[in-house]
């Protein structure tokens, strides 16, 4: 271990924190969740982003000139590797070192409604420069499916936060909550994974997660919504924007798309494939057409995109050949 070189101690430490934020995340026993994630975390990203600065750059440059005995920040190995501040993955990586020290002095348990999305964000956004960087396969370490963090499914309420904080704490919450929110919607996948609480109305409570009732002398209201009412919030990709995920997700899964046994990366034409097949345009949950134009545009929902990742996983060397077959009868 003392010979091994620096940067592969620094990754074997990164990967090391990095499957303590996922243990002590998806631990329910631990209360302290959301202040233990953050800063495992940061501390894998920190060692794994020093790592690649060594070895693109050598090894005083993870030193401070004036101070070659202090290594640099987390913030200033961020703005190293990831030269555009207005890039999603640099502002999801800020956000959480924001939290980290916050959480130090002031936490509460609802910040994890506000941060999971950023929390499940961060880590595929870690496996992936993990890949990208060092050439290192998160999911050897983890199965693909512990990546996913566990969610509380209790959306943030105004009233509840009121009544149970005091004025500056929730106050304090709902701003973050505005706050994050508008930033979730402005960014893409690589700043936060988003969750959507959607609620539907049975007759069967055995179905219900959540049990309410009419009434008449209610002061809150609420609206029975029978269709999609925001097609710019849940149906938010173009084409390119499902191909770049969809390639994503294929790299980060290690599947290869083959095309006659040939490796080939998805694109438009493999799109239209999909698109033509299973009709998707035609699927309300999957598409919305805006027709404010003369020609037609086309906007996907997720569920588009985590429907053609699955049909791919069942079978990536045959599928676009099939497909090339079945739409051409």
């Excluded at 959480?96 to 994890?112: A, M, W």
């Amino acid at each position: 271990m003392e010979n091994e070189p620096l940067a592969q101690r620094l990754l074997s430490k990164s990967q090391e924190a990095f499957l303590m934020a996922i243990e002590v995340y998806n631990k329910p026993s631990i209360r302290y969740r959301v202040e233990g994630f953050s800063f495992f975390i940061c501390n894998a990203w920190e060692l794994m982003l020093k790592a690649r600065i060594i070895n693109t750059q050598g090894i005083d440059a993870i030193y401070y000139k004036d101070n070659p005995s202090r290594t640099k920040t987390l913030e200033n190995c961020i703005k190293m590797v990831f030269t555009n501040e207005h890039s999603p993955i640099y502002k999801n990586l800020m956000r959480i070192i924001e939290l980290r020290n916050t959480s130090t002095h002031f936490i509460v348990e609802e910040y994890e409604m506000l941060y999971v999305p950023l929390f499940q964000a961060c880590v595929l956004n870690y496996t992936e420069k993990m890949q990208e960087f060092h050439n290192i396969d998160i999911t050897k370490l983890v199965p693909q499916n512990f990546l996913t963090l566990s969610v509380s499914m209790k959306a943030l309420n105004e009233t509840e936060l009121r009544a149970k904080y005091p004025g500056q704490i929730s106050e304090r919450l709902i701003a973050s909550n505005e706050t994050l929110s508008e930033e979730i919607a402005e960014n893409n996948n690589t700043y936060a994974i988003r969750i959507e609480h959607l609620h539907y109305l049975t007759k069967d409570k055995s179905k219900a997660t959540d049990i309410l009732h009419i009434e008449k002398d209610a002061t809150a209201g609420v609206q029975i919504i029978k269709e999609l009412k925001d097609p710019s919030e849940t149906h938010k990709y173009n084409t390119k924007k499902c191909i770049q995920e969809i390639k994503n997700r294929l790299k980060r899964k290690g599947l290869t798309l083959l095309q006659k046994g040939v490796p080939i990366e998805f694109n438009t034409y493999h799109f239209s494939l999909f698109c033509k097949y299973y009709h998707i345009k035609d699927d309300k949950k999957l598409c919305y057409t805006y027709t404010v134009n003369k020609s037609p545009t086309y906007g996907y929902s997720m569920l588009a995109i985590d429907f053609i990742v699955a049909e791919i996983e069942k079978d990536p060397a045959n599928i676009i050949d099939n497909l090339k077959i079945k739409v051409k009868k």
